[in-house]
């Protein structure tokens, strides 16, 4: 058979079923029946197959009948696993393999012609606000990790809190370029941090340092405007 065009074709009682060689048109709807009821694509090749009621699966091999290979599937609930057949959110991935996986890829600028930062946005109530997570690379092609958030009050506006750059520094308050391993920006007073003790309990700054004796094992500066005015030395004994 050439081309076969079909309007409300049934078949029953036939145990060889609808053979059709080159291409298949058929106006309106198409309905399968059955307990698991698939439709394949080329011997032993990719196909769609109802392994229980209002759920749906993807197979890339394995042959009719056959549950091996399952690759994705749609739950009655709405819910999509990726090798995963009993997703347990609105979206799980699973993997077998030991060790890391990369288990989402998100490209930005994939063709290579720009800076590309991807982004995920995270949204809740009507929309109105959001918070992103960011990362790419800069202009040298150094990677990046950026948190971001907006005040009610401040309307949509995003605002970068959190960076963390190519070599590990951390800023905290809009800081592209941390000088530390931890660098924090404030724009008013009193800003900073805080270690707070919820209970009857005692706080602690640490410095671990191993130095001999008379040693410094840590510095606390006070700087004007980058210059050191004052220091705080802690020696070991």
């Known amino acids: 058979i050439g081309i076969v065009t079909a309007r409300g074709l049934s078949i029953f009682g036939n145990t060889t079923g609808l053979s059709v060689t080159g291409v298949g048109t058929f106006a309106g709807n198409v309905q399968m029946t059955g307990t698991n009821p698939e439709f394949e694509m080329n011997s032993g090749g990719p ?37 995963e057949a ?6 799980h991935v699973s993997t077998n393999t030991d060790g890391t996986t990369d288990l989402l890829t998100l490209h930005a600028d994939a063709d290579g012609t720009n800076n590309g930062v991807a982004s995920i946005k995270l949204m809740g109530n009507a929309g109105n606000h959001a918070a992103f997570i960011k990362g790419g690379h800069t202009t040298n092609g150094d990677t990046i990790l950026t948190f971001h958030t907006d005040a009610h009050a401040s309307g949509i ?50 410095f671990d340092a191993n130095r001999g004796a008379d040693g410094v094992i840590g510095v606390v500066y006070g700087r004007w405007n980058g210059t050191t005015v004052a220091q705080m030395s802690f020696i070991s004994g």
């Open 47 to 83: 196909r769609f197959r109802v392994p229980s009621a209002n759920t749906l699966s993807i197979f890339t091999s394995g042959g009719l009948g056959a549950t091996s290979n399952e690759r994705l599937r749609i739950t009655s609930a709405g819910r999509v696993g990726i090798n």
């Open 86 to 91: 009993s997703p347990d959110s609105l979206l």
């Open 157 to 206: 506006n995003p605002e970068e809190r959190v960076r963390i750059t190519s070599d590990g520094k951390i800023g905290i308050g809009n800081v592209s370029s941390p000088d530390s391993n931890v660098e924090i920006r404030t724009d008013s007073n009193g800003e900073g941090v805080l270690i707070k003790s919820t209970g009857d309990t005692s706080n602690a700054l640490t």
